[in-house]
C-alpha cells in the first residue's frame, strides 16, 4: 500500500498531501478544543491551522485528474506463472 | 505402485483369477470416481421416492421414461427442499460406488428447480461453491482508503464506462491519479485479460483501491465476472477491489468476493472517490472550530489578565487617599507656618516697642538731654556738679554741643522739647540692630 498516514510532523505544509493536511488540520482542531494549550502554543498551532486549511483548499481547487495506462511493461518480463496466491507475496 | 489393501495391481488378473468382493468394489469405486466427468456433472430428471433418513439425508431417485438413477444428498445441502415426488430437478454431484450397499449413487451437493438455463445453473453452482469455501465472507471484506492517491481501474479502455469514471472523479476529487489497466470484458478472452490487468495493478503496488468495472449486457456478455478463475483472483488480489459490472439489477460472482460491490460503474466511481464539496465544508467547518477555541482562549486569557490587574490596582495604597493625606498635611504646614510667621511678627514688633522704650535715643527724642562735666566726662546728675563757668557737653537726640554754666538767676528746671522726632528712621536701626 501506498504510504498515506503518519506524515512526518515536520514536513512543510507544502508538501503535504491532502489527507495528511486534512488529517493534520483536524488533529489541530482536536487540540484546540481540547484546551490545556499555552496562548503561544495555541496562537502557533491556530497559524498551521489557517496554513493547512489553505493548502487543502488549494489542492481541491488546482488538481487536474490525471490517467495513467498501465503499459504491459510487466508481460514483457520472463513471464512468471501467475497465480492467484498473490495475496503472500510481500513486498 | 502401491499396494494398498484391496487394491488390484495390475498383472495381478493374470495371477489370480478369484477375487474377493471387496477388491472388486474398491476397483469400480476407484474406476467411477476418478472419472473427471462422473465427478462433476448436472443431471436432469424426475425426482421420487424421497426419503429423509433419521440424519437428515435425503435418498431418492431421478428417472426419467427409461432409466433411474439412485441419488443421496446429505443434509445441509442446498436445494433439498425442492426434492418433493415428482418434481423435475437439475442435480448437480458426482458418481460414487458404495461399496457396503453394493449400490452406484448419484451424490448430489446442488438441487435446482428444472428450467433454468445452462449458464445459470453453473452460474449457482459456483456461488454456492465458493460461498462455502468462504470467498464471500463479509469479515474479511476490506475498508477502502478514504483518500486514495492512486486508483486502479480494469475495464476497457474504449466505451463510455471509463469515460463516466473519469466524470465522476474529476467531479469529486481530481487529486487521485487513475490507473487504467485496460482489459477486454467480453468473450472468451475476456477471463485471462482481465485476471492479468488486475495482477498487473497489484504488481505496479500504486492503488490503493481497484474498481473492476463493465457496463450493462446479458448474461452472456456479463460472463467473464462470473468465472471461477476471475473470482479467485478478485479473492487474492492484495488491493481492496469494488466491482461495478453492469447495471444495478445484474449480480455476478465477483460482487459477491469484491471489497465492495457497487451498483454501477458511476456509483463505483463515488463509492472511490471522497466529496469535495463535503471535503471543502469540513475544512471550513474546521477552520470554524479552530478559530472559535482559539478567540475563546484568548477571551479567557484576556479575562485573566484584567482579573490580575483588578486585584494588582485593588492591592496597591489609595492613590486618592495618600492625594488627600498630602494636601492635609500642606494645609496643616501652611497654616502652621502663617501662624508662626504672623507670631513671629507680632513678637517682633513687641520687642521694637520693648526696644524703642529703653532706647537712650528714643528718650532723647522725646526732649531729653544728657549733660555731662566737658573736663571730666562725668554725667550732671546734680546741681552741686554745675559750678558757675564750668564747660559742659550737652547731648541731644541729633548729637552735642559744648555750653559753659551760667550765673544762676532762678532755680533751673528741666526742660521738655516738644520736638518730633524720627521715629521711624530709630525704629529702622534699631531693627537692624536686632536682626
Not at chain 1, 39 to 67: F, H, P, T, W
Not at chain 2, 162 to 167: A, F, R, V
Not at chain 2, 238 to 248: K, L, T
Not at chain 2, 377 to 391: F, I, L, M, N, Y
Request: charged content about 25%.
Amino acid at each position: 500500500m501506498v504510504e498515506t498516514s503518519n506524515p512526518d510532523p515536520d514536513a512543510p505544509i507544502e508538501s503535504l498531501s491532502f489527507e495528511q493536511a486534512f488529517q493534520r488540520l483536524g488533529e489541530l482542531a482536536e487540540a484546540l478544543e481540547a484546551g490545556g494549550l499555552t496562548l503561544a502554543d495555541a496562537a502557533s498551532r491556530y497559524e498551521d491551522g489557517m496554513i493547512l486549511v489553505r493548502r487543502c483548499n488549494q489542492l481541491l481547487d488546482q488538481a487536474e485528474l490525471k490517467i495513467t495506462t498501465l503499459k504491459d511493461a510487466y508481460t514483457r518480463e520472463p513471464e512468471e506463472e501467475w497465480s492467484p496466491g498473490f495475496d503472500e507475496k510481500e513486498d | 505402485m502401491t499396494l494398498a489393501p484391496g487394491s488390484i495391481p495390475s498383472g495381478l488378473a493374470e495371477a489370480v483369477s478369484v477375487y474377493t468382493v471387496a477388491q472388486v468394489t474398491s476397483h469400480l469405486r476407484e474406476k467411477l470416481e476418478s472419472d473427471p466427468l462422473l465427478a462433476d456433472l448436472w443431471v436432469l430428471g424426475e425426482a421420487s421416492n424421497l426419503r429423509v433418513s433419521a440424519a437428515g439425508h435425503s435418498y431418492f431417485s431421478l428417472k426419467d421414461e427409461q432409466s433411474l438413477l439412485r441419488c443421496v444428498m446429505f443434509k445441509g445441502q442446498p436445494g433439498s427442499e425442492l426434492l418433493v415426488d415428482g418434481a423435475s430437478v437439475s442435480a448437480h454431484g458426482h458418481i460414487s460406488f458404495y461399496e457396503r450397499g453394493g449400490t452406484t449413487d448419484f451424490v448430489v451437493d446442488l438441487a435446482m428447480p428444472q428450467g433454468m438455463g445452462e449458464l445459470a445453473l453453473e452460474l449457482e453452482r459456483l456461488k454456492r461453491k465458493l460461498e462455502q469455501e468462504g470467498l464471500f465472507l463479509a469479515s474479511r471484506k476490506r475498508a477502502l482508503p478514504r483518500f486514495p492517491k492512486y486508483v486502479g481501474l480494469v475495464t476497457s479502455p474504449s466505451g463510455s464506462v471509463l469515460h463516466d469514471i473519469e466524470n465522476v472523479i474529476r467531479r469529486r476529487y481530481p487529486l487521485l491519479e487513475l490507473l487504467l489497466a485496460p482489459t477486454v470484458v467480453q468473450g472468451p478472452d475476456a477471463a485471462p485479460a482481465i485476471i492479468k490487468a488486475l495482477e498487473r495493478l497489484n504488481q505496479d503496488g500504486r492503488a490503493e483501491v481497484v474498481i473492476i468495472a463493465r457496463g450493462g449486457g446479458s448474461l452472456e456478455d456479463l460472463w467473464p465476472f462470473n468465472e471461477e478463475s476471475v473470482a479467485r483472483a478478485v479473492y487474492a488480489s492484495r488491493v481492496p477491489v469494488v466491482s461495478a459490472i453492469g447495471h444495478e439489477t445484474d449480480f455476478t460472482i465477483i460482487d459477491e468476493v469484491a471489497d465492495l460491490r457497487a451498483p454501477t460503474p458511476s456509483a463505483a466511481a463515488e463509492l472511490v472517490a471522497p466529496d469535495g464539496r463535503v471535503l471543502r465544508r469540513q475544512v471550513s467547518e474546521l477552520e470554524a472550530r479552530s478559530r472559535r477555541n482559539v478567540t475563546l482562549l484568548l477571551n479567557s486569557r484576556r479575562d485573566g489578565v484584567a482579573t490580575l490587574a483588578n486585584r494588582m490596582e485593588a492591592s496597591l495604597p489609595d492613590g486618592e487617599s495618600w492625594r488627600r493625606r498630602v494636601d492635609d498635611l500642606a494645609r496643616v504646614a501652611n497654616t502652621a507656618m502663617v501662624n508662626h510667621i504672623a507670631l513671629a511678627k507680632t513678637r517682633v514688633h513687641s520687642l521694637d516697642v520693648q526696644l524703642g522704650a529703653l532706647n537712650p535715643v528714643a528718650t532723647l527724642n522725646r526732649g531729653f538731654s544728657v549733660v555731662e562735666r566737658a573736663d571730666e566726662r562725668q554725667v550732671v546728675t546734680s546741681k552741686d556738679q554745675a559750678r558757675e563757668g564750668a564747660p559742659l557737653v550737652i547731648t541731644v537726640s541729633d548729637g552735642a554741643f559744648p555750653a559753659i554754666v551760667g550765673s544762676s538767676a532762678g532755680p533751673v528746671s528741666p526742660v521738655r522739647k516738644r520736638q518730633p522726632v524720627q521715629k521711624k528712621t530709630a525704629k529702622k536701626t534699631a531693627m537692624r540692630q536686632l536682626l
